[in-house]
């Protein structure tokens, strides 16, 4: 990447929930935006942490020790191996951070797991 990103304008030509795109790669991470909305797959990621910042609506990450409800501009790491589904009812903007080989759906597989997109 040779310039800066404007988030808004990737987000804007993602068409449907759930299907994040990466925008910058530092190292072996990728940082990618979604928008959500409904629930997400219950799944865990083995081998990584996962960061989710919240940058517009409301999202909720349930995980069986309670639930962690994020608006915008907070920000929750989930630690590695931890169950969790990430919930949005009326829909959000948000930044992931993870390893450029993570699935979206970790360890659970299903109708949506995304492939890699670069945005």
Request: aromatic share 6%; hydrophobic share 35%.
């Amino acid at each position: 990447m040779t310039g800066p990103v404007d988030l808004a304008a990737v987000l804007s030509r993602i068409d449907r929930p759930w299907q994040p795109r990466t925008v910058a790669v530092l190292n072996d991470y990728d940082v990618r935006v979604v928008r959500t909305h409904g629930e997400f797959t219950r799944h865990s990621h083995p081998e990584t942490d996962e960061v989710f910042l919240v940058l517009s609506g409301s999202l909720t990450i349930r995980m069986d020790d309670g639930d962690v409800a994020l608006g915008p501009g907070q920000l929750y790491v989930v630690p590695r191996g931890t169950p969790h589904q990430p919930f949005s009812p009326d829909g959000a903007e948000v930044l992931l951070v993870e390893p450029s080989a993570t699935v979206n759906t970790g360890d659970s597989p299903g109708e949506l797991t995304a492939e890699r997109r670069l945005a």
